[in-house]
């Protein structure tokens, strides 16, 4: 069981990891630079083992390709780098394929380099597309107008093509991987943008109704606590917006983890925020909203007020026949009466609790 945690723990580090290397188009470029230089180092080896010379000096000739794509990389000249990485593999793919037919798979490396185009140097649209069309060309002219086999080569085609085969499935695989990491982040990234409230980082109001309508479907039992920060034009006039801001992160860290598992806190408006509780007892939630209430002035300070901080809420449970605005009307109802009663209290019912 402990191996099965180790191995997740590390899964999700290299996920963690890769999503910040995709994120950065140095790294991303660095990542293929060095792939690519391996790769023709090994096809020296493999084209010096099968007796094919010029091969094997053309690799060379890649291999220092790579090499300037990876100084160019490092001086942060991306787009030349690009640039290289598609004038290479096209022109790498043409003169084998040409030379030694399309039966020893050399044109399938242009497939794995359109995908990458495409992902590559997103940012300049120009560049995209000259490095695109540098590849898109001859992959259609190689596959309609070379010729199958050569006489010479036939004895060698098996073993090229399958080697061939593999090491362009691995970066068309890599490059696929790496397109649905930078989606899956990109959604990530909207999604949080889109939820959750800058400021506070707390869920937003358009979040706590998607969360409220969910339940309400599920036909779940719901409470709801609207609360209100007790005389904040206060602190905003005495310590300035800045600090307002920050006494604001303060008390919804403070309300977050307070909350716990058992419930989500929106912020509803500027210093309101709502509570929902969905399958808690009335009577739990009461209590949590009650110590949350209390706690607040010793957990949650700022230097230089007179005052402590505190809230008012108003509590209240979802009825079978009721409507939600009505619940959210009758929450805010009694966060009404919790200020006409004197503030930094919990209104459940028609008269205060704390
Ligand atoms: N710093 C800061 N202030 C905010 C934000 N949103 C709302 N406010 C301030 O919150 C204050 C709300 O003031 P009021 O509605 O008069 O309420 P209050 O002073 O809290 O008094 P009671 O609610 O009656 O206890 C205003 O001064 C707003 O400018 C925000 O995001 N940042």
């Given at each position: 069981m402990a191996d099965f945690f180790i191995i997740t723990?590390?899964?999700?580090?290299?996920?963690?990891?890769?999503?910040?290397?995709?994120?950065?188009?140095?790294?991303?470029?660095?990542?293929?630079?060095?792939?690519?230089?391996?790769?023709?180092?090994?096809?020296?080896?493999?084209?010096?083992?099968?007796?094919?010379?010029?091969?094997?000096?053309?690799?060379?000739?890649?291999?220092?390709?790579?090499?300037?794509?990876?100084?160019?990389?490092?001086?942060?000249?991306?787009?030349?780098?690009?640039?290289?990485?598609?004038?290479e593999i096209s022109t790498h793919a043409t003169v084998t394929t040409l030379t030694m037919g399309l039966a020893a798979g050399f044109q399938l490396y242009l497939w794995p380099a359109v995908l990458l185009m495409c992902v590559l140097p997103a940012a300049h649209q120009k560049s995209s597309f000259w490095c695109l069309s540098i590849i898109i060309a001859p992959l259609l002219l190689l596959n309609l107008f070379a010729p199958l086999e050569k006489e010479a080569y036939r004895s060698v085609y098996n073993g090229v093509y399958l080697f061939n085969l593999i090491s362009a499935s691995l970066p068309f695989i890599l490059t696929a991987i790496m397109v649905r990491m930078i989606f899956m982040h990109n959604f990530q990234h909207m999604e949080q943008r889109a939820y959750n409230d800058e400021l506070t980082g707390l869920v937003n109001r358009r979040r706590g109704y998607e969360i409220l309508h969910a339940a309400v479907n599920k036909h779940q039992y719901i409470s709801l606590a609207l609360g209100d920060i007790d005389h904040f034009k206060r602190i905003n006039d005495s310590l300035g917006h800045l600090k307002g801001d920050e006494a604001l992160q303060k008390i919804a860290d403070y309300c977050s983890k307070q909350l716990d598992d058992m419930g989500t806190c929106c912020?509803?408006?500027?210093?309101?925020?709502?509570?929902?509780?969905?399958?808690?007892?009335y009577t739990h939630v009461r209590y949590k909203m009650q110590t949350l209430c209390e706690k607040m002035p010793l957990k949650v300070k700022m230097e230089g007020l007179d005052s402590p901080i505190t809230c008012s809420f108003g509590l209240v449970s979802l009825d079978k026949h009721e409507t939600l605005e009505q619940a959210l009307s009758e929450a805010d109802k009694r966060l009404y009466q919790a200020k006409d009663a004197g503030r930094f209290r919990v209104v459940h019912e028609k008269q205060p609790i704390v």
């Open positions: 723990k590390a899964l999700k580090d290299l996920y963690n990891n890769s999503q910040r290397l995709v994120d950065n188009e140095s790294s991303t470029l660095q990542l293929i630079n060095v792939n690519g230089l391996i790769a023709h180092l090994c096809f020296i080896v493999l084209f010096i083992l099968i007796d094919i010379n010029w091969l094997a000096i053309m690799n060379i000739v890649s291999v220092i390709v790579w090499c300037v794509s990876i100084v160019c990389t490092i001086k942060g000249r991306h787009r030349i780098s690009v640039f290289l990485i598609a004038i912020r509803w408006g500027g210093e309101e925020f709502l509570f929902i509780f969905i399958d808690q007892p």
